[in-house]
């Protein structure tokens, strides 16, 4: 292969673990039930949390992946259950199968009477009436609970009136404006229950993150106690960070050079350890990329032993919950050798014996890249992590700078409650459920909130009467509010010749993703959009298998909508965080062969998309670009490739993921009146992101400039400065004159960092 794709390798040694004896709160039944499960000695972490949400005190489990989290909650919870033959718990995750898995693991405790229950959207209709009358601890998931139970809680009453623990797992997954809408929909929860008269004790587990007292109680509304000290056995883990070789044979755009894939190099690696046995999950970056990674080394397999090709499959959201339930199944009990799958597997689902674990391209967070790789060596067991660097800014300064990735401290959770793009619409259910009184209103952000209500008010939605503010419609707003932030109901991706549903995406990445003539992957198979219809959430396609592949085309506009805070630098720099309009409209696709060639490109009529977001910009004057050396002609490839690389290392100083966030850069914007750089978040009302790039630009932009500098291709190529959604097709780019456009930028900030606010 010539180059050698391995970058550096890490031993992580082994850690005992340390057992304590059971609490004497703790009955004997309980204990023997958790004893026939393998559990003789709880750990000392366990036993600290469960203990003090005994004791009644809002807990945070913060340890790392494999250390026990569950019973942590489920010894408090079963205590409760089994001493008031009428109380109730509730038990939130963040995907569906891992309630599934957690049900699983609670029910074959065997405790009587707890007749603990699944209430979720793969719930079938007959089975909910007996879950709502009959389940004393029902596991769901936010989006259930905000659409099925909440307005409907006079049906859930006696379950409410005595609502003893709150559960939320793997609560680190909830960031941005999921996470938001979240911290929201637990504060609707606290409200309901103190209608009914119950208090529940919160108990949150979370991968170990930063300030995790902090993001807990901004999260739940209450104050949380945080145990962050892992008393479990782990064993010894190498971890290897992979930077896929260059092809030789191959140019990019631009004439670029061009690594070999990350999904290619992952396929490689995953076929090589399941031909030596190892039990293997690859985590890839995106659906399509699961389906790819999948698909590529069942056929390597094929050509090395028939019986391998079926040990090997991809898992990603937007299946259907029978192919989910069956891949977790043959996961479960060793079927499957090798599995490709996308985040959908990080949080919690008890995979036990895996050898390794490859993770192609950062997945967005410290928190998030370890939660991926404590999957392997479960038990205590070795195990192998291979990271695979994407070709990418922020995966190669990653596998160049080992030490930004293996020492740093994992991330704080971001999270925007106040954000009045969720606010207006959770209090909007909110009132739907029980009307808002001015006492209610300082737990869902006081003035702020206030401020929601008074306009909610103006446009007829809410009434205020004496006793509160009441919602004034007969139809409920709950549907209408989509807690993922992906923009509204689900497009359903439908065959066209047998109607049958392949799976669903978000509507914010239709127009991207599904447009008409898109190649679509489900399971391996490709299909040809036909027709993609907004209005009625359809995208109908054909089963075809082209050697090409489709990639978008993109134009985007942003303008300044408000200015929350700016500093001026002189008269050759200013910073700035506001509200802006970002327009994009897909105008058209390219057709690109494996290699590269671009076949043709297909103009599309689709309609503009415009986003009220926040975001972060600085603005540059003419005079010191011309000090800088930055020609004229030159601007708009200097201000492009710096934006595309400041997109990819802004997710080193937010809990972020690059295609959370997108750019726009122009050498004379409308607003600004000057050269300007804008780094924006890709969510209604903003998700935090760009907040956190204002608070760290230094550091930011540093990163950037070093990674532009120290990339050894000669004018900009993916690892530097070209972006994979840059709707321009990466033109035009300049990588000399983005290191002298950050070099002037940093400059002069560092220099006059003192400066007062203009």
Same mark, same amino acid.
């Given at each position: 292969?010539?180059?050698?794709? =391995?970058?550096?390798?890490?031993?992580? #040694?082994?850690?005992?673990?340390?057992?304590?004896?059971?609490?004497?709160?703790?009955?004997?039944?309980?204990?023997?039930?958790?004893?026939?499960?393998?559990? !003789?000695?709880?750990?000392?972490?366990?036993?600290?949390?469960?203990?003090?949400?005994?004791?009644?005190?809002?807990?945070?489990?913060?340890?790392?992946?494999?250390?026990?989290?569950?019973?942590?909650?489920?010894?408090?919870?079963?205590?409760?259950?089994?001493?008031?033959?009428?109380?109730?718990?509730?038990?939130?995750?963040?995907? %569906?199968?891992?309630?599934?898995?957690?049900?699983?693991?609670?029910?074959?405790?065997?405790?009587?009477?707890?007749?603990?229950?699944?209430?979720?959207?793969?719930?079938?209709?007959?089975?909910?009436?007996?879950?709502?009358?009959?389940?004393?601890?029902?596991?769901?998931?936010?989006?259930?609970?905000?659409?099925?139970?909440?307005?409907?809680? *006079?049906?859930?009453?006696?379950?409410?009136?005595?609502?003893?623990?709150?559960?939320?797992?793997?609560?680190?997954?909830?960031?941005?404006?999921?996470?938001?809408?979240?911290?929201?929909?637990?504060?609707?929860?606290?409200?309901?229950?103190?209608?009914?008269?119950?208090?529940?004790?919160?108990?949150?587990?979370?991968?170990?993150?930063?300030?995790?007292?902090?993001?807990? !109680?901004? =999260?739940?509304?209450?104050?949380?106690?945080?145990?962050?000290?892992?008393?479990?056995?782990?064993?010894?883990?190498?971890?290897?960070?992979?930077?896929?070789?260059?092809?030789?044979?191959?140019?990019?755009?631009?004439?670029?050079?061009?690594?070999?894939?990350?999904?290619?190099?992952?396929?490689?690696?995953?076929?090589?350890?399941?031909?030596?046995?190892?039990?293997?999950?690859?985590?890839?970056?995106?659906?399509?990329?699961?389906?790819?990674?999948?698909?590529?080394?069942?056929?390597?397999?094929?050509?090395?032993?028939?019986?391998?090709?079926?040990?090997?499959?991809?898992?990603?959201?937007?299946?259907?919950?029978?192919?989910?339930?069956?891949?977790?199944?043959?996961?479960?009990?060793?079927? $499957?050798?090798?599995?490709?799958?996308?985040?959908?597997?990080?949080?919690?689902?008890?995979?036990?014996?895996?050898?390794?674990?490859?993770?192609?391209?950062?997945?967005?967070? =410290?928190? !998030?890249?370890?939660?991926?790789?404590?999957?392997?060596?479960?038990?205590?067991?070795?195990?192998?992590?291979?990271?695979?660097?994407?070709?990418?800014? /922020?995966?190669?300064?990653?596998?160049?700078?080992?030490?930004?990735?293996?020492? %740093?401290?994992?991330?704080?959770?971001?999270?925007?409650?106040?954000?009045?793009?969720?606010?207006?619409?959770?209090?909007?259910?909110? *009132?739907?459920?029980?009307?808002?009184?001015?006492?209610?209103?300082?737990?869902?952000?006081?003035?702020?909130?206030?401020?929601?209500?008074?306009?909610?008010?103006?446009?007829?939605?809410?009434?205020?009467?004496?006793?509160?503010?009441?919602?004034?419609?007969?139809?409920?707003?709950?549907?209408?509010?989509?807690?993922?932030?992906?923009?509204?109901?689900?497009?359903?991706?439908?065959?066209?010749?047998?109607?049958?549903?392949?799976?669903?995406?978000?509507?914010?990445?239709?127009?991207?993703?599904?447009?008409?003539?898109?190649?679509?992957?489900?399971?391996?198979?490709?299909?040809?959009?036909?027709?993609?219809?907004?209005?009625?959430?359809?995208?109908?396609?054909?089963?075809?298998?082209?050697?090409?592949?489709?990639?978008?085309?993109?134009?985007?506009?942003?303008?300044?909508?408000?200015?929350?805070?700016?500093?001026?630098?002189?008269?050759?720099?200013?910073?700035?965080?506001?509200?802006?309009?970002?327009?994009?409209?897909?105008?058209?696709?390219?057709?690109?062969?494996?290699?590269?060639?671009? $076949?043709?490109?297909?103009?599309?009529?689709?309609?503009?998309?415009? $986003?009220?977001?926040?975001?972060?910009?600085?603005?540059?004057?003419?005079? $010191?670009?011309?000090?800088?050396?930055?020609? +004229?002609?030159?601007? #708009?490839?200097?201000?492009?490739?710096?934006?595309?690389?400041?997109?990819?290392?802004?997710?080193?100083?937010?809990?972020?993921?690059?295609?959370?966030?997108?750019?726009?850069?122009?050498?004379?914007?409308?607003?600004?009146?000057?050269?300007?750089?804008?780094? +924006?978040?890709?969510?209604?009302?903003?998700?935090?992101?760009?907040?956190?790039?204002?608070?760290? /630009?230094?550091?930011?932009?540093?990163?950037?400039?070093?990674?532009?500098?120290?990339?050894?291709?000669? *004018?900009?190529?993916?690892?530097?400065?070209?972006?994979?959604?840059?709707?321009?097709?990466?033109?035009?780019?300049?990588?000399?004159?983005?290191?002298?456009?950050?070099?002037?930028?940093?400059?002069?900030?560092?220099?006059?960092?003192?400066?007062?606010?203009?």
């Amino acid at each position: 292969m010539g180059e050698n794709p =391995l970058r550096h390798v890490r031993e992580l #040694p082994e850690r005992p673990a340390t057992s304590v004896p059971w609490p004497d709160w703790v009955s004997s039944s309980l204990r023997s039930a958790f004893a026939g499960c393998g559990v !003789s000695a709880p750990w000392a972490h366990q036993v600290e949390a469960a203990t003090r949400a005994h004791a009644g005190r809002h807990v945070v489990v913060a340890t790392g992946t494999a250390s026990g989290k569950s019973l942590a909650y489920q010894v408090p919870v079963l205590t409760a259950l089994a001493a008031n033959p009428r109380a109730t718990a509730l038990y939130l995750s963040p995907t %569906k199968a891992l309630g599934a898995d957690q049900l699983r693991s609670a029910s074959a405790l065997g405790v009587a009477e707890v007749r603990a229950a699944s209430f979720d959207g793969d719930t079938p209709l007959p089975e909910r009436d007996w879950v709502r009358a009959h389940s004393r601890w029902v596991f769901t998931n936010p989006d259930m609970l905000h659409r099925g139970i909440l307005p409907a809680h *006079a049906k859930w009453a006696h379950f409410f009136r005595r609502l003893s623990y709150v559960v939320v797992d793997e609560c680190h997954g909830y960031r941005g404006v999921f996470g938001s809408h979240v911290a929201l929909l637990l504060r609707r929860l606290r409200r309901v229950a103190r209608r009914y008269g119950s208090d529940p004790v919160f108990v949150l587990a979370s991968a170990t993150v930063s300030d995790p007292a902090d993001s807990a !109680s901004l =999260l739940s509304g209450v104050p949380c106690e945080a145990v962050t000290l892992d008393s479990s056995p782990r064993g010894a883990r190498t971890v290897a960070l992979w930077e896929p070789p260059l092809l030789a044979e191959l140019a990019g755009e631009n004439g670029a050079p061009v690594r070999r894939s990350a999904g290619a190099e992952t396929a490689r690696i995953l076929t090589d350890l399941v031909v030596e046995g190892a039990r293997t999950l690859a985590f890839v970056r995106s659906r399509r990329g699961a389906e790819l990674t999948a698909l590529s080394a069942r056929h390597a397999l094929s050509e090395v032993d028939s019986s391998l090709p079926s040990r090997v499959a991809a898992y990603r959201a937007g299946f259907l919950p029978e192919e989910r339930r069956a891949l977790e199944k043959s996961l479960a009990d060793g079927s $499957l050798l090798g599995v490709a799958s996308t985040n959908a597997l990080e949080l919690g689902v008890d995979i036990a014996g895996l050898d390794a674990v490859v993770v192609a391209g950062y997945p967005g967070t =410290l928190a !998030s890249f370890w939660q991926q790789a404590g999957r392997a060596g479960r038990a205590g067991d070795s195990a192998l992590v291979v990271f695979v660097a994407q070709d990418n800014p /922020l995966d190669t300064y990653l596998v160049h700078h080992p030490s930004a990735m293996l020492d %740093k401290a994992v991330e704080a959770t971001v999270i925007d409650p106040t954000n009045p793009y969720v606010l207006g619409p959770q209090l909007a259910c909110a *009132a739907m459920e029980l009307p808002l009184t001015d006492a209610c209103l300082s737990t869902f952000g006081g003035a702020a909130a206030r401020r929601v209500v008074d306009e909610l008010v103006g446009d007829g939605m809410l009434r205020r009467r004496p006793t509160g503010w009441f919602w004034t419609s007969r139809e409920r707003p709950h549907s209408s509010v989509d807690i993922r932030g992906s923009g509204g109901e689900q497009i359903a991706v439908v065959e066209t010749d047998s109607a049958r549903m392949l799976g669903t995406v978000d509507p914010g990445s239709a127009c991207a993703t599904v447009h008409p003539g898109a190649v679509y992957l489900h399971q391996g198979t490709s299909f040809v959009v036909d027709d993609l219809d907004l209005e009625s959430g359809l995208a109908m396609v054909h089963r075809e298998d082209p050697e090409w592949s489709t990639m978008p085309r993109e134009q985007i506009d942003i303008s300044v909508l408000s200015t929350v805070e700016r500093r001026a630098f002189g008269a050759d720099v200013s910073v700035s965080l506001g509200e802006v309009a970002v327009t994009s409209h897909v105008v058209g696709y390219l057709r690109r062969l494996p290699s590269g060639q671009v $076949l043709d490109q297909i103009p599309l009529d689709l309609p503009e998309q415009t $986003l009220h977001t926040r975001a972060v910009w600085y603005t540059l004057s003419e005079a $010191l670009l011309a000090e800088a050396g930055v020609a +004229h002609r030159d601007v #708009p490839g200097a201000l492009h490739a710096a934006e595309h690389a400041a997109i990819g290392l802004l997710p080193l100083f937010a809990t972020c993921d690059r295609w959370d966030i997108g750019g726009v850069s122009t050498a004379l914007h409308q607003d600004t009146g000057e050269a300007t750089v804008f780094v +924006h978040d890709g969510h209604p009302g903003g998700a935090g992101f760009a907040d956190r790039g204002h608070t760290a /630009l230094i550091p930011w932009l540093t990163a950037t400039r070093d990674a532009i500098a120290a990339c050894e291709c000669p *004018a900009g190529c993916p690892s530097c400065v070209q972006s994979p959604k840059c709707g321009n097709g990466n033109e035009p780019l300049d990588k000399a004159g983005a290191v002298a456009v950050l070099d002037a930028v940093l400059r002069v900030v560092t220099a006059r960092n003192q400066s007062p606010a203009a």
